[in-house]
């Protein structure tokens, strides 16, 4: 986009973009419900008795929460080794009255898939799931490690707690090896998890008779919640706090504990859990996880004050092949030493905790976490092995010099279940409203759409029924601010998949200003059009969307972008003065003056036209593709001020530098070739 003013020339060149959904989280789908008539269900009562009354001592009842993991594509492929495929599952963990830790087992596949989905749908509101499992029994997995994270398929790890469930047996009937039944409260479930107020959160770090948490107890905290490293220097980059804080705009805000002298080692939000007569390496993360939280009263005092609680585990633990592992609707997050410092990895986990599944960005797993799809496997990072213990140095120093801590949001439908934009939430019934044109705010502008905004026309989350199993979310992943570090799908459209906003999402598609996606209506009956417009940059950005029903509405987009606006320095109208605006969407014509349209420059010569930060762009090679405007009466300023005003994006080895004298060189064309004098 070009535009010329005596009073100022704007022109609009190249920008290119891209940006990930965030989301990052890979979850489950929609559960099958408990399809059992009352007949059945008196048969399964009675059998649960009767099993309680012969087997007392071996029907077990316990919390049950399904821990999900992450993986990134760092470490063995950065140095130097072969990236395995992700074989990974996640894990169903029973948690006992008297809160130890046991990675459930034996179940059959239907009967996996059915707790998981109890235990992942609706989570909004639960205080978890609660099952008696008749005839389980608790054992030891005395397996061979594999050096806390090799190269193993899958590194289990030694002294994994098993919760064993014994097969389907044959009768009258098919039972189930898990029965419902109604939660138990204790200190360690009464409280909710929450997306809104005040959280408590609390950091452990463990030293073990044979390794110890990389971060000293100093540098745990300030790296992850911000204060005064080891070395007595404020660490005040973005942080876990931060960032939920910016995200949030402070609906939700973590909080550390305060000093208690009751518990002089919890400092900062941090305390260290000791186990002197305990090695962990090779031991099952699983296993470690319980021994810190067996020792942590002690130190923290009750659990149960606690809404989130992050452990950073030593070097040595197998990790199952995972970076980080985080339990879905519950409080526990724990974390590859390698990755302990990350604040992505934190926000993915902590997004778990909220009740968040995992988000796929086509066949790469992504996190809710980073405004696209961080949406939670988060869209923040590629998953892939994690590196051996060994190298675990090497991986920090990889991390704090080429991995930015990336200020980055949850995509569309986690935002849309998170909550904390509702005021600009918007739910399109495409059956009964054929036709409908909504302007889209980046979740980075969602501030100053409270303050300028209409929610009755434009919204930061989109939600678009399709009367299937998937719903349709549309956001504009607009990267500043709090979205800042956006990497794919940058200032596009995007569109994200979901049967429910807290569950499995996937990116379907990232549209540029013009482009179109078809989606299905009504099992297939009906085809709903979505057309991304234009951009406009203002207070606050928006990019309209127009959706409509093929053959019944119709497209509302405008023929082209109105003139951008100035930003508050400037009080005066952009048109004031204007001799010339060239918006460069795939012409080079003036859209005010017949008379003052660009020709190519060079005879024979060509341009060609890429998408642009409003519209189209104009891309010249940067050799012999130039553009010629004509020598008129209105470009001719003599001695009087004038502007000229553009965006432009280099590629290739330009530099500053190159730039300045391309602009100097530019200024001076246009002196001689209007005869102007210089200010």
Known sequence: ???????????????????????????????????????????????????????????????????????????????????????????LQCITDDEHIYEIEGLDDSEKRRITNEVTEGRRGKSGHRYAFPGATKKKRRGRGSGGGGRGKRDEGTDNNILEIPSRRSGNGRRHQAMNISPKQTSSNRQLYRTNGISSILLLRIEAADASTTCT???????????????????????????????????????????????????????????????????????????????????????????HIMVYMPPGVAMGGAAAWGQVGWKYSWYHDGYSLMTGIHLHELGHNFGLGHSSGGETCYMAYGGGDVSLCLSL????????????????????LFVPQSRKCYNAPKSHWLGWYSEFHQTLDPVSTPSKLVELVGIADYDEAMISGDPSSQAVVLKIDTYGGTDLYLTYNRKEK?????????????????????????????????????????????ILEIIACHRYYGSPDTFPVSIHVVGEGEPMCQASPPIPSWGAAYAGSLQDG?????????????????????????AGGSVSYVDGVVGQALSLNGIDEYVSLPNVDDFNFGTGDFTITFWYRVSGKWSDWRLVLFFVFAAIYLINIFNLSPL
């Open 1 to 91: 986009m070009l535009i010329v003013h005596k009073v100022a020339i704007i022109a609009t060149a190249l920008l290119s973009m891209s940006y990930p959904s965030w989301a990052a989280i890979r979850g489950q789908g929609k559960g099958r419900g408990n399809n059992k008539n009352k007949k059945l269900q008196q048969q399964q009562s009675s059998f649960l008795e009767e099993i309680i009354e012969e087997e007392e001592e071996s029907s077990i009842e316990c919390n049950v929460y399904l821990a999900m993991h992450t993986r990134l594509l760092l470490g063995d492929d950065a140095i130097g080794g072969e990236v395995e495929d992700d074989d990974t599952e996640d894990l």
């Open 217 to 307: 107890h100093q540098d745990c905290a300030a790296r992850t919640f911000g204060g005064y490293d080891s070395n007595g220097v404020l660490d005040d980059s973005m942080n876990l706090i931060t960032q939920i804080d910016d995200c949030s705009y402070g609906k939700l805000k973590f909080e550390i504990p305060e000093y208690n002298s009751l518990y002089p080692n919890l400092i900062n939000g941090t305390a260290t859990i000791y186990l002197p007569d305990k090695n962990i390496t090779d031991v099952h993360h699983g296993t470690v996880l319980d021994w810190a939280l067996e020792v942590a009263p002690s130190v923290v005092g009750d659990l149960g004050m606690y809404d």
């Open 381 to 400: 990072f590629v998953l892939c092995r994690c590196i051996p213990q060994t190298h675990t140095f090497i991986l920090i120093i990889y991390i704090l």
């Open 482 to 526: 709090v979205n800042s570090d956006a990497s794919d799908y940058v200032d596009q459209v995007t569109i994200t998949g979901a049967p429910s906003s807290s569950s499995t999402s996937w990116i379907v598609r990232a549209l540029n200003p013009g482009q179109k996606y078809h989606a299905s209506l009504v099992e297939g009956t009906m």
């Open 578 to 602: 204007l001799v010339g605006y060239y918006p460069f969407d795939n012409t080079l014509n003036s859209a005010l003056d017949s008379g003052h349209h660009g020709t190519v420059g060079a």
